[in-house]
């Protein structure tokens, strides 16, 4: 069974909106996760390092106050998209890494910003 | 539902020498076909990304082959380095986006 779960897996917003998503591991505890985004036709890129209990570190070119991440607890990751726009439509996916060698992705979720 | 199979599971080889890693697809009806790289403790990078209509891409040292009727695609290492020592994934979305179906890995040591 999944072991990472993603909600919600579809959303539309209208632009300027700003959308949560949640990545739950539901099988073990990690302090550190991952979020990833694909555009359309696009490789599958890094944008953000959890670590529970500390700031996240963000890929060079990816917004930090555009792309909200609270890593709640061992089990729970959000990604906040904040004042959505449509170049912002893209699928965001969320893994959680168990040891070094592993990791466990969430299905994913596709944002669509109208 | 799609699976992804990737062989060898570890590979071992001396430094300098050319490599083969093995992905294999059941569904065909693939967009695209990417490979990965990871690092211990690190997220993913992105090595290569292949369309459905094409048959290869290259990038460095890297090339990687799709063959979407017999399921599968390669990446081809040449001249491997140490700092090439990694685990190499490849993965697949449905044609939906919805999903994404990532192999198992192919976890690379490159002896100095």
């Known amino acids: 069974g999944a072991v990472v779960s993603q909600h919600p897996s579809r959303v539309i917003c209208k632009s300027g909106t700003s959308v949560k998503i949640e990545c739950r591991s539901l099988?073990?505890?990690?302090?550190?996760m991952f979020w990833y985004r694909q555009f359309p036709k696009k490789s599958l890129m890094l944008m953000a390092t959890?670590?529970?209990?500390?700031?996240?570190?963000?890929e060079q070119g990816v917004e930090k106050d555009k792309f909200l991440i609270n890593h709640a607890s061992l089990t729970l990751s959000t990604l906040t998209v904040t004042s959505a726009h449509p170049e912002d439509s893209s699928f965001y996916i969320c893994?959680?890494?168990?040891?070094?060698?592993?990791?466990?992705f969430g299905p994913g979720t596709r944002l669509l910003v109208l | 539902k799609q699976e992804v199979t990737q062989i060898p599971a570890a590979l071992s080889v001396p430094e300098g020498e050319n490599l083969v890693l093995n992905c294999s697809f059941t569904?065909?009806?693939?967009?695209?076909l990417q490979w990965f790289r990871q690092d211990p403790g690190k997220g993913l990078t992105s090595l290569l990304l292949?369309?459905?209509?094409?048959r290869e891409q290259t990038s460095g040292r890297l090339n990687a082959s799709l063959d979407k009727s017999s399921g599968r695609s390669t990446l081809y290492i040449a001249a491997s380095q140490p700092g090439d020592s990694a685990t190499y994934l490849c993965?697949?979305?449905?044609?939906?986006?919805?999903?994404?179906?990532f192999g198992p890995g192919t976890r690379l040591s490159v002896l100095p």
């Open positions: 569904d065909s009806a693939i967009y695209n």
């Open positions: 292949i369309q459905s209509s094409q």
């Open positions: 959890s670590n529970e209990g500390s700031k996240a570190t963000y």
């Open positions: 893994s959680y890494p168990k040891g070094e060698e592993t990791q466990y």
């Open positions: 099988d073990f505890q990690a302090t550190t």
């Open positions: 993965a697949v979305p449905d044609n939906y986006g919805q999903n994404f179906v």
